[in-house]
Every structure is written in C-alpha cells, then in structure tokens.
C-alpha cells in the first residue's frame, strides 16, 4: 500500500514565536503516526526555527516556494541551496497563488523543479484549473497541459504531485470524494504516459479547502494518496484531526 503525504501550507501566515508554539503543541499530537509523511512549509523566516524545533520529530520541513537559480543577482529571492541549508527536505512548486499573482507559468515552473531536484529537494508539485476553464470543459487539457510542460525532462524520483483545483482554495468549497477520484485518476494516466511503471509509485495528493469534516471522505479514492491543506493547518488540534483521517469505504 502507498504511504500518504500530508502537508501543510501556512502560506503567508505565523511569526517565528507563532510557529515555535504550534510545532511545540502539535508534535505530542501526532509523535506515533508512523504510517504518513507528515510535513510542515511555513514561511521563510520561521524555517531556520522550525528545523530546530521539528529536530528529532516524525515531519519533516519543506519551503513554499524557491527560485531556478543557485545565487546571483536575484534581490528579494531564495535559492534551492539555500532552502536546503534552512533544512528543508522539500519544496512546493507551481501553486495556484505564483502561477496567478506572480505570472509563474509552465515555464518558470519547470525551471524551478529541475533546480530544485539538483539540489535533493523532494518536489510537491501543484496542478490545478480555474473555475472558468472547469465550467468550460477544459479541466483535463488545463492539467494535461500543466503536467507535461511543469515536468519535462523531470525524473519521476522524490515527486508528490499535488491536485488543487482553483475554485475551491480558499474558498470552502471542495471537490467531492468522486470528483477528487476521477481528476486524481486522470492524473496517474497522465503520469503513467510519461514515466511508464513509475507512475504507480507517485503520490498525488488533493489540497482545496481540506478540513476535519471532509477529509475522511476525500480520502476515500484510490488515487488519493494525501493531502496538501491551508487554512486548517495552522491550528494544531485541526491539522492533527487531518492527520489521523479514517478513511471511508
């Protein structure tokens, strides 16, 4: 059986104090899950406190962003050496939120996974459509699209693939357990078509809008392999209830 991948994306939220005491609350919570990598992207200022605090924990640490380029004149960016020696173990790219208020396309996306992975960075990769392009039909060709031009010439190796359909990040509404399914299935042939047998062993998980209440059910498909969760993971005693999903049947 896959073992799940849960994150959490705090995005633009919490202080170095603010991450010291949820890590401090939320260890003790899940020390004897042993069955799920659990993982933990805060901002960039609260990685060098949140690698110390999470140092000899079961999560590990991964940044929310990084740039294609080991240093240089690149004001205001971090680099993939750099996230490592922060103690990231991976690195979230491609989110709805740079490819829309940052202008990332495919492209840059691409540039930055292959400098990521140069680096070890495991890779949580973000996909996703619009409500618009959904309602238009074009859901599949937008994650199609994404999928081929985000990983070319990306080996299949330490790669999460992460589902977030736009429309519901954020927002409080969440793809049913049988949409979640069906995208998430579509995804693996997708995968299957570019890194044969290999595809099987990558996870793809869901994130938009996952709670306490509908994770159970979300979790319920079988090309659901874990979750990518926002708001409710900056309180410990909801990102801990995600955590120990119980998956329907």
Known sequence: MMRYFIAANWKMNKTVNETKDFIESFIPMVKDVTDIDLVIAPPF??????????????????????????K????????????????????????????????????????????????????????????????AGKAFDVIKRQIEMGLAEVSADNLVVAYEPIW???????????QAQWAHAFIRNILGNLYGNKAESIRIIYGGSVTPDNVDSLMAGRDVNGALVGGASLKSESFARIVRFKKET
């Open 45 to 70: 200022t609260s990685l060098d406190a949140a690698s110390r605090a999470l140092k000899g924990s079961n999560i590990e640490l991964a940044a929310q962003n990084t740039f294609w380029e080991e």
């Open 72 to 135: 240089g004149a690149y004001t205001g960016e971090i680099s993939p050496l750099m996230v490592v020696d922060a103690g990231c173990r991976h690195v979230i790219i491609g989110h709805s939120e740079r490819r829309q208020y940052f202008s990332e396309d495919d492209v840059i996306v691409n540039r930055k996974i292959k400098a990521a992975k140069r680096t070890g960075l495991g890779i949580i990769f973000c996909i996703g459509e619009s409500l618009e392009e959904r309602e």
């Open 168 to 178: 519901a990040i954020g927002t409080g509404k969440t793809a049913t357990s049988d």
